[in-house]
């Protein structure tokens, strides 16, 4: 059996994340999965996760939220 190679990984790790963010936009604002969605990939976090080198996709989708979240505050200001 074939051990998934780096890309893989973080793509696994990436969509789960992504998922995971969803739903907290989800739980938190009470707003439909296509606003939350949209919140969430259109957040100056969705680059930063995406890129590999940085391996941010490493972290939890916890600690995401809050990223995206104190982002959003910053943009808010």
Known sequence: MN???H????TY????????????VIEDT??????????VY???LMTALQDEEGEL?????A??????NKE???KSL
């Open 30 to 39: 009470g707003c439909s999965i296509e606003e939350a969605m949209e919140r």
């Open 42 to 44: 259109n957040s100056p």
């Open 57 to 61: 996709y490493v972290q939890s989708p």
């Open 3 to 5: 051990q998934p190679n």
């Open 13 to 24: 790790l990436t969509d789960y994340a992504l998922s995971e963010l969803v739903k907290y």
């Open 7 to 10: 890309h893989q990984i973080a």
């Open 63 to 68: 600690y995401l939220y809050e990223l995206m």
């Open 72 to 74: 959003r505050e910053k």
